[in-house]
């Protein structure tokens, strides 16, 4: 349903409200105070941490240059992704639980894309959250209950520039740093941007149904903003603008921001649309699908007239997918899971008449 054309499209249609404008000066104004005190933590890892595990696992003796890393990265993707299970170029992956938050059920996903080197390690995310279900907005990774099912991708490419700029950088300067502080510090830390930004778009995800976030947990180690408050509020008034106006999928996504990131560009909800990378396999991007579909489920609450447009579409692919038996391979609290909160309340919407 999401075409790249349609999603690169200029001049869409901008809606704003108040409590979105405070929401983003804040994050504009607290952000990188926030990520900079919580980088000079000496927080870590667990020491057999998956991250350890596969940089352990690369095995690099190369010449540290850029295009001798990624290919060497390239060469190792299928291999790791096999011995570790992860979702990879030919491999499904499995249900993992509590990699990256405790108790928390998540499909982690291995890739190998390029980066560009001439950009400032530290800004370098290697994983990102590409999806998950929380709500909290204060600056926290895994200070909520375990919830659904985690999606996270790990570039192995950016992993070991990441690890070996970080290396680099720790014996110039003297100061010594283990191996999970690194991790923690350089791999994990600046998964922060993507977590928030899909915990902002759930409240709106939420609130399209009708449903209230669930309350955070109060954290008091340092002075953050309140933007799960300024998040309610928005999320409020831009329903009731979806509700009164036409709107594509595309232009509703675009009307809600994804304020987090590492550049400090504001950015918006198409960005979280998953689209296959070139020559990327099936059991390597199934979960692109899932993620696309939470997506499209958030649209389809809206102007479901005009929304019948893009219901063949769906109901094909939902049959393909189904048809490839994909969630068969996992536990069945995942196809429960996947079952009752996406596939059957999509299908009841496409499914022809």
Not at 11 to 26: E, N
Not at 74 to 80: D, K, N, T, V, Y
Not at 99 to 124: C, G, N, T
């Amino acid at each position: 349903m999401f075409e790249r054309a349609e999603i690169d499209k200029s001049g869409l249609p901008r809606t704003v409200d108040p409590s979105t404008i405070a929401l983003v000066a804040h994050v504009k104004n607290n952000d990188r105070r926030i990520r900079q005190y919580l980088s000079t933590l000496q927080t870590r890892v667990k020491s057999e941490h998956l991250l350890i595990q596969i940089i352990a696992s690369l095995v690099y003796m190369g010449d540290g240059t850029y295009d001798d890393i990624e290919w060497h990265c390239r060469r190792r993707l299928a291999s790791i992704g096999n011995a570790f299970r992860l979702t990879s170029s030919n491999s499904y992956g499995k249900l993992h639980n509590g990699e990256f938050l405790r108790y928390q059920d998540e499909i982690i996903a291995l890739v190998a894309k390029p980066i560009d080197p001439r950009q400032d390690w530290r800004s370098i995310a290697s994983c990102t959250y590409q999806w998950h279900e929380q709500t909290n907005l204060n600056w926290e990774l895994g200070n909520v209950e375990p919830k659904g099912i985690n999606i996270i991708e790990i570039n192995l490419v950016a992993l070991l520039w990441v690890h070996l700029k970080a290396r680099e950088y720790y014996r110039a300067t003297g100061e010594p740093i283990n191996e999970p502080v690194l991790v923690q510090r350089h791999m994990v830390n600046p998964m922060l941007a993507s977590y928030m930004n899909i915990s902002f778009f759930n409240h709106h995800r939420l609130r399209a149904k009708n449903i209230v976030p669930m309350a955070e947990f109060p954290v008091a180690t340092f002075p953050r903003p309140p933007l799960y408050a300024l998040a309610l509020r928005g999320a409020r008034e831009k329903q009731r603008v979806f509700l009164a106006q036409l709107f594509t999928p595309v232009e509703l996504l675009y009307n809600i921001p994804q304020p987090f990131t590492e550049l400090g560009e504001i950015g918006d909800a198409r960005q979280l649309v998953a689209f296959l990378d070139h020559g990327q396999t099936f059991q390597g991007s199934w979960h692109k699908q899932i993620i696309n579909w939470h997506l499209t489920l958030f649209c389809f609450q809206y102007n479901r007239s005009l929304m019948e447009r893009y219901h063949s579409v769906i109901w094909r692919e939902l049959v393909v997918f189904l048809n490839q038996k994909v969630l068969e391979k996992f536990p069945k609290e995942l196809q429960q899971h996947y079952r009752q909160t996406l596939i059957e309340p999509l299908s009841e919407i496409v499914r022809p008449k």
